[in-house]
């Protein structure tokens, strides 16, 4: 690996510093800085409407969706020259956490499998931030086996060519505060599961659309419920072919596991100070020697990430594909974030109880362990991502599966209404 930018890169990245240095939100620098997983830290302003206030910021100065083709409101450059731009959008980077699945994986499903009228219609106001999308896929009992969907799409019986949507999605994130959604529904049942789906898109404020937020552990609703009561969706908001969803899906699936296994953190720095900054007993806590065996195996873990995932970068860099590095980010950082964050709460004593303004680090990481074991399935469980890793990586034989050529609705249903 080489950790060196080339001449081309190291002028971009000064570019971007000198940009940054006179456009970024200073005055919110150290509330983000705050900012722990599931939570931004703003409080002194409006999270949607700071986070959309720079957004519009970056693509009116072309820093937008800096992958995107310029048509479409993105800025045209590499795929390294957008990882320099993580890098360096630091703690203002938090700001693009409400864009993170639109930019990330409706866009590029758009993008792919649209007509160009709707393209020109839809992205580059989901790339300046004027609109927000989320992704509709799971249901009740269709997690982690997609291809289990059972929300219906029919075609209406007046001619028109709509098609009317029943059913239910849940754990969509972000649902409440968003304009349009990718959604995947079946249309044939008669077929197997994987080839009776289809997908649309549509806009989150059509008639018989009902979104419940969940309230979560962590105190913040940001995973809904959503449900389709005779919703109509005109033909041309289809994107691919009458039973091709799956493969649509796909598009969705893979820039889903980039975008959360590439930007995933495990909390390290903000523990590592935390140890650095307090007393156990009168004398500091590193001074102890579990602590500092404790401390010296989460560095190992956060090492390998950093490079493993460099891995990813050098190959971006030679215009190479990565490999699987995102799929392990996640499956690794997830599980790492949990114990961190216990481990944080086992040192803060009785007061690792508390979750108000009187917690150590203001809550931090009581925040951060009710969020973290969503990473555990969000992207992608992490049997599912073993899988993954196992079949495709490794090369090991796959699980048995019973219905792979059985139509949906002979699969038996635990009790559930058939399709």
């Known amino acids: 690996m080489d950790f060196n930018d080339t001449p081309q890169e190291a002028e971009f990245r000064k570019e971007v510093r000198t940009w940054l240095d006179a456009n970024a939100p200073k005055h919110l620098e150290d509330e983000l800085k705050r900012a722990s997983f599931g939570s931004n830290g703003l409080e002194s302003e409006d999270p949607i409407k700071a986070s959309k206030a720079w957004q519009k910021k970056k693509a009116e100065a072309g820093w937008a969706c800096l992958h ?27 700001l693009s956490g409400l864009f993170t699945i639109g930019h990330g ?28 999308w ?36 849940i754990w969509t994130s972000g649902a409440q505060n968003s304009d349009w959604g990718l959604l995947i529904t079946r249309t044939n ?46 033909d041309d ?8 969803g799956w493969k649509v899906s796909l598009t969705t699936l893979m820039n889903e596991r980039l975008s959360i296994g590439s930007g995933m953190s495990t909390g390290f720095p903000e523990l590592f100070k935390f140890c650095m900054d ?12 579990g602590v500092r065996s404790k401390l010296a195996q989460f560095a190992v873990k956060q090492s ?12 971006l860099s030679k215009g190479e594909t990565p490999g699987p590095e995102n799929s392990i980010g996640k499956l690794v950082a997830g599980a790492t974030m949990q114990e961190l964050a216990m481990y944080a709460l086992d040192l803060q004593g009785e007061a690792g109880a508390l979750w108000n303004e009187e917690s150590p680090q203001n809550g931090r990481f009581q925040a951060m362990l009710m969020r973290s074991p969503a990473t555990s399935i969000e992207g992608g469980s992490d049997e599912i991502l073993r899988n993954i890793i196992g079949e495709r ?15 949906f609705k002979d699969i038996p249903a635990s009790g559930r209404a058939k399709a």
């Open 393 to 407: 990586v490794l090369g090991l034989p796959g699980d048995i599966r019973v219905d792979k050529d059985v139509a």
């Open 237 to 244: 908001q289809r994107l691919g072919e009458v039973g091709n």
């Open 304 to 315: 390998g990430l950093k490079y493993t995932g460099m891995r990813a970068i050098s190959a």
């Open 134 to 169: 989320c992704q509709l896929f799971s249901e009740p009992a269709s997690g982690s086996d997609l291809a289990g969907l059972r929300t219906k799409a029919v075609k209406a019986d007046d001619g028109s060519g709509d098609w009317i949507i029943n059913g239910q999605k």
């Open 68 to 94: 995107w083709p310029k048509e479409y409101g993105g800025g045209a450059r590499s795929a390294m020259e957008r990882v320099i731009w993580g890098q360096e959008e630091g703690p203002y980077s938090v």
């Open 189 to 234: 049942p008669d077929v197997p599961k994987h080839k009776g789906l289809t997908m649309f898109f549509l806009r989150m404020d059509s008639p018989g659309v009902k979104i419940v937020p969940i309230k979560q552990a962590n105190g913040a609703s940001g995973f809904n419920e959503v449900y389709f009561d005779d919703v109509r969706i005109p």
């Open 105 to 132: 994986m409706c866009g590029p499903t758009v993008m792919e499998w649209a007509n160009e009228e709707w393209k020109e219609r839809l992205l580059p106001p989901l790339a300046s931030g004027e609109e927000v």
């Open 278 to 289: 307090m007393d156990i007993d009168g004398e500091a806590a590193t001074a102890d020697s």
